[in-house]
């Protein structure tokens, strides 16, 4: 049976798309639609036509898993040029979205309806390509150069209300008029109205180069492509156009930027699919924080952004107040009100007695059903449910700095904690818009630990010859916005500095362990805040300026540890950077403390920055040639053989079998 269904009445055709989950253009969508129309043209009896959805979107963009292969005929743009060689006017009916093909179907038609729950948009930009069924060509047409710059560069999804204000859709209507709104249209319609044959409304010279200016800024190869493609299309006849555009996407389809962002694409549903249960998961519309810290503070601000009803809770009454500064949250004292919350995150001291004597006063208050969730970044949490009565009821949901910006969510599943439990933290992270992945108890579980090797690595390639401007330079040319040690001025010393204090009893004397870090604090360059860190900041300056006291903090080091520094070079220092990184996630797999590599490669790109276009660290890795990645290995591996024990085999010229496996998985 086909996925597109044609009911005719009053001579009005109905195409009903219904390719569920979320209607993305396949070859069965695009033969369906196909097929329907060819049948329409065949029969006099059809005055108008109206293309709708049977599901939740009208159509979601093409199904980006077909891109790996060569496209199967019909393409997208030959199912557009049947509706323009219609003869009777087609009208798309969009509910929810309508994104990247989906909305250059629908531009295709000759008018477009929306109804309350609409949004359009280009997300092309995001997957490495552009537009490629002329969104460029008709976007322009339709809204003018500048406005289609921003829709195609910004990839951002555009509201109805909006989309009817900048004349994207032609009428809004309740979702339950939908369908028949649209027929009304079509019947009303006195012949075809294509965007193809229009010419774009008029834009001035300065108003195109501001949108151009501020979509160009810091944009990749195939977002400038896209600008570039929006002011030519405007210029030239629309078939060159159209012929140009489409020959840019396949070019950029087939390349390993688009390729590497299509692998996140489906990792990050693979990640989030994994928390899935089939378990039932109350719901939940008024969340408590514990703790109004920077921290605590920032998570309200994320809860109260996606319309949760929030209370926070503190007895600092002055923390309290700056919570309540500039918005509309709730903020008490007394944590009886937290009884009325079906999830509470603890964002308290970082302190295990704290933790739990908030836990043990909390609980009393709390319906039977509702959830804590600490989002502690290095506790034990099984010790932390060991205070419950309810420790079922209990698991870890860790958020990244800034929480209300950073994407990263790390759900942790406590020893204790049910499905129920997991499947309401699943609903909640969807509902903050947030990417999550799973993780497992160890030491600070999935992303922070592959960021703690990452950061000694950069801190041993410093006290092996490197200066921390080296390094930064090096890891801004892969592809990060601002290097390790700027970021690490900017955040402060002193949190990691007391953190190491506290490990350092425990601490193997065979671990590999620079002393900057230390003598730059015991010096009183606590980073930015201190005026120098890493760096110097004379003057309250912005950005940091290396100096001579911190470069001699550094040669004491080296010397102490007997180091005879050498010159490093940006391959060397970008190779071992992603080596540790992978080193790290190989042994988060084989402990179950990661559930997948890929899930290694969501954490760094949405929570750590890493450069998204070269997929991850794993993926980087793994799509080198072997025997580079077997170098790059034995190389991470000598600089400290206890933290890298994985790699060993690399020493010998051997690929390291696990790691071998992890880097398999991510191809
Ligand atoms: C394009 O259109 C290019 C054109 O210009 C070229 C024309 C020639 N493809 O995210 P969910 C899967 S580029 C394949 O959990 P939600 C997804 O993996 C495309 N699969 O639901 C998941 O699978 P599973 C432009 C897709 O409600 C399942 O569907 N379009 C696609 O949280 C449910 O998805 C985009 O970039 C797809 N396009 O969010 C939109 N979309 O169940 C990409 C979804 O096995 N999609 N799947 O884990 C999205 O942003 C979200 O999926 C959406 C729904 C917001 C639609």
Known sequence: MSVVSTTVEDGVAVLTMDNPPVNSGNAAMRSGLADALDSI????DIRAVVIASANKHFYAGSDISEFDRPLVDPQLPAVIERIETLTVPVVAAITGLALGGGFELALGCDARIADTTAAVGFPEVTL?????????????????????????????RVK???????????????????????????????????????????????EIDAARAIASKRARPNVLAAIEAVCRGVDIDASDALAEERLLFDSLRVGAESSNLRYLFFAKSAAAKALRTEAKAPAVSVVGIAGAGTMGAALARAFRARRYDVIVYDTNRQALDRVTANSDITVTDSIADLGKTGLIVDAVFEDMDVKKSLLTSLEPHLADDAVIVSNTSYLDLNEMASALDRPQRFAGLHFFNPPDRNPLVEVIRAGTTDGSTLAVLASIVAKLGKSPIPAGIGDGFVANRVYADYRSQVEFLVEEGASPAEVDAALVELGFAIGPFAVADMSGLDIAWARRKRLAPNRDPEQRY???ADRL???????KKTGAGWYAYPDGAKRGIPDEVAASIIDD????????????????????????????????????????????????????????????????????????VIDVLAVVHRSCPLSFASAEPATRGEMPELIGRILESVR
Do not use: Y
Not at 179 to 184: G, I, L, R
Not at 521 to 527: K, P, Q, V, Y
Not at 561 to 588: F, H, K, T, W, Y
Not at 618 to 623: E, F, I, Q, T
């Open 160 to 206: 109805a209300d909006e989309a009817l204000r900048l004349g994207l859709v032609d009428e809004v209507v309740e979702s339950a008029d939908l369908v028949h709104a649209a027929t009304e249209r079509a019947q009303q319609m006195q012949g075809k109205n294509r965007l193809r044959d229009r010419t774009a409304p008029a834009a001035s010279v300065e």
């Open 128 to 156: 490495g390509i552009l537009p490629g069924a002329g969104g460029t060509v008709r976007g322009a047409r339709l809204v003018g150069v500048p406005a289609a710059i921003d829709l195609v560069a910004s990839a951002r």
């Open 514 to 516: 620079v002393t900057i």
């Open 557 to 628: 080091a080296r010397r102490d540890a007997g180091v005879a520094p050498r010159s490093i070079d940006g391959d060397e220092i970008r190779d071992r950077v992603q080596g540790s990184m992978v080193c790290a996630a190989a042994s988060l797999v084989e402990n179950g403390i990661a559930g997948r590599a890929s899930d290694i490669d969501v954490a760094m790109t949405e929570g750590f920055a890493f450069p998204k276009w070269l997929g991850g660290p794993v993926r980087a890795l793994a799509l080198r040639d072997p025997s580079d």
């Open 521 to 527: 604090c015991e010096a009183g360059r606590l980073g």
């Open 41 to 44: 043209a065949a029969r006099e």
